[in-house]
Nanobody, 121 residues
Framework: QVQLVESGGGLVQTGGSLRLSCAAS????????MGWYRQAPGKQREMVAA???????NYVDSVKGRFTISRDNAKNTVYLQMNSLKPEDTAVYYC???????????????WGQGTQVTVSS
């Protein structure tokens, strides 16, 4: 089994910063892409940021210049540094990882349990 455990959410004022972490553990062969998604009440889940195993990154337009995704391959951990937070960033943030099995025969997408980020105006 593979688990993704997130941490770092909370309540912050407009303009503040938060750092999310997500650690993958369990029967992991290797990790391809890792990323962060978010879902606000009444809205669909959207991709916020993603990073490949080689370090290439991709962001949704609304967070470019404010959020930074990074990963520590030795720790199987992905981070999301969120600066200049806005009320519209309020959502449940989910970690995602595409992981090869230890046998190398298949890969799956795994999700964390979600962490709440609330930005007050």
């Amino acid at each position: 089994q593979v688990q993704l455990v997130e941490s770092g959410g909370g309540l912050v004022q407009t303009g503040g910063s938060l750092r999310l972490s997500c650690a993958a553990s369990g029967r992991i062969g290797s990790i391809n892409s890792m990323g962060w998604y978010r879902q606000a009440p009444g809205k669909q889940r959207e991709m916020v940021a993603a990073i490949t195993s080689g370090g290439s990154t991709n962001y949704v337009d609304s967070v470019k210049g404010r959020f930074t995704i990074s990963r520590d391959n030795a720790k199987n951990t992905v981070y999301l540094q969120m600066n200049s937070l806005k009320p519209e960033d309020t959502a449940v943030y989910y970690c995602n990882a595409n992981i090869w099995s230890m046998t190398g025969f298949y890969k799956n997408d795994y999700w964390g349990q979600g962490t709440q980020v609330t930005v007050s105006s």
